[in-house]
């Protein structure tokens, strides 16, 4: 094999975001409402990143290579306030978000996040209903947060944890991190009521595969849900390769040998998950033996019923966890009190939204290092 080429880059240069005067010039071609892009799917997840630091340095996200000691990350004032964050939220949310996940980085490294947290879960829908209000955490900070985040108003948390073996998790997040304090963190979740807690495993073949096994024996029958996720080729500094991607067929086909799984249906619309439940003798679901799920991004795009937008740490948003390009919304509202704007811009970018790169990635060049640069997983969450 050759040696891979990690290419140092900025995801966070203004080449990458639609002046706010740009955006005001469509204000009056915005609507108010339920939206639904070009392809006819509705808005209804919004995935906030909270911050761009992370503790782990992860391959896949955040690798040494980039993330060094020298890395220079966003300075506090450019950062979106909880404030501004709530007041974007609520725009949202009356064009039909449903669903608000805290990213990062690591969203706990956050100062004063249960702030945030209080503020969102007041949010409500058109509806009157309140927000599915979840966050992702590589669970390092957990075990001493789960209470204050139920406190505060969050429902639910997805685990980053890509193995059980010490030394192979250790390997993986590259930053010597013990698994044992990741595991403390999800029982402390779940001793909360921050549940059903979901174990997000990236899949690196070559890597981790030996772990399958393991984790999913695990976490049968302690209500967790383990969602065993395909390696992406998110932006440009994981050094992707396909021969690094395990299908999610696959996955199931080596879990169902030793513990029999059968096919769930989706439990809401849009969902990126693939449902499988642990089987009885009967070869029915056990639900006290729970289920897994399997992310299949490579191999079966689901880009049809994605309904998620990203807004990034200091206010950019994006339409695609694979875009090149994302809106600068945060001028829309410093220093302006009324929303009309960013309620208008909004709704015209969502309404222009085409984005399906995992449906055309087969299309595309191999090498996009020297094309439009796609955003990173650290900079808007996965």
Known sequence: MSERTIPLIDQRSSDLATPAAALQAHSRLGA???LADTLGRPLRDL????????????????PKEIFDKDYT????????SFEEITRIARVFVAHGVQKIRLTGGEPLLRKNLERLIEQLAQLRTPEGLPLDLTLTTNGSLLARKARALKDAGLQRVTVSLDGLDDAVFRKMNDVDFPVADVLAGIQAAQDVGLGPVKVNMVVKNGTNTHEILPMAHHFKGTGVVLRLIEYMDVGATNGWRMDEVLPSAEVVKRIH????????DPSVAGETAERWGYANAAGQHDQAAGEIGVIS?????????????RLST??????????????????????????DDLT???????????DRYSELRSTLPADTSGGARRVEMSYIGG
């Open 32 to 34: 108010r409402g339920l």
């Open 47 to 62: 995935r906030i990143s909270v911050t761009d630091r992370c503790n782990f340095r992860c391959s896949y996200c955040m």
């Open 73 to 80: 990350y966003l300075p506090h004032a450019e950062l979106l």
């Open 257 to 264: 040998a030793e513990l029999p799984l059968v096919q769930l």
């Open 297 to 309: 991004s490579v191999t079966q795009a689901f880009c049809a019923d994605c309904n998620r937008a």
């Open 314 to 339: 200091e206010g950019k948003l994006f339409m695609c966890l694979f875009a090149s390009r994302g809106y600068d919304l945060r001028a829309l509202i410093r220093g302006n009190p009324i929303d």
């Open 344 to 354: 208008s811009a909004v709704a015209h970018i969502w309404q222009g939204r085409t």
